[in-house]
């Protein structure tokens, strides 16, 4: 059995007590996304794109029109939004990149996706902690039934900043066991 817990090497990991997440390290965008269109958003919308094409591709519905998107997030796009905030904050800079701000909010990972695939029922997200992938589960489910979509494509997207690395680990949100026992 493999695990994908590793010791965090995008940011500096000294100050934390927990050292380990499981990241996406080698992850290359252009395999799934054209450049134009991936230039224009953050890792976390480029990834679940990549996820949905592939879930798509293995197994196409009847049609993408009649197909949805809903996505969980604990904590949606905090990379991009400390980025656009610093930018905006920024005493010498005159005004923030609005397109960083369309890339912002917590919904832009599944808007990606929907318009990427060329979906056009349900396009949600939920944003509520550690529960967001379970609630968006069963809100694909409530989709399904009540007859809005034919299909959805449904899963979690999150991201790990130092930022959000610092609050989970203060508030003990982080294991303190170390990594996980290997094969």
């Known amino acids: 059995k493999k695990s994908?817990?590793?010791?965090?090497?995008?940011?500096?990991?000294?100050?934390?007590?927990?050292?380990?997440?499981?990241?996406?390290?080698?992850?290359?965008?252009?395999?799934?996304?054209a450049i134009r269109s991936?230039?224009?958003?953050n890792r976390l919308s480029q990834m679940a794109v990549a996820a949905s094409k592939t879930a798509f591709a293995a197994r196409?519905?009847?049609?993408?029109?009649?197909?949805?998107?809903?996505f969980g997030t604990g904590f949606g796009c905090i990379e991009t939004a400390e980025?656009?905030?610093?930018?905006?904050?920024d005493e010498a800079a005159p005004f923030a990149d609005p397109m960083d701000f369309t890339e912002s909010v917590a919904n832009a990972p599944a808007a990606n996706a929907a318009i990427e695939i060329g979906c056009s029922k349900l396009n949600?997200?939920?944003?509520?902690?550690?529960?967001?992938?379970g609630i968006a589960v069963v809100q694909s489910a409530l989709?399904?039934?009540e007859g809005h979509a034919n299909a959805v494509i449904c899963g979690g997207v999150e991201e790990v900043t130092p930022h959000l690395y610092n609050v989970l680990d203060k508030t003990g949100?982080?294991?303190?066991?170390?990594?996980?026992?290997?094969p």
């Open 173 to 182: 949100a982080l294991s303190r066991q170390g990594m996980p026992a290997g």
């Open 38 to 41: 991936g230039r224009k958003m």
């Open 124 to 133: 949600a997200t939920v944003t509520h902690r550690e529960g967001s992938a």
């Open 60 to 70: 196409p519905p009847r049609g993408a029109e009649e197909t949805g998107v809903c």
């Open 143 to 145: 989709a399904l039934m």
């Open 83 to 89: 980025s656009y905030l610093n930018k905006l904050f």
């Open 4 to 33: 994908g817990m590793a010791t965090i090497k995008r940011f500096d990991i000294s100050p934390f007590r927990s050292s380990a997440a499981a990241l996406v390290n080698d992850f290359d965008a252009d395999k799934y996304i």
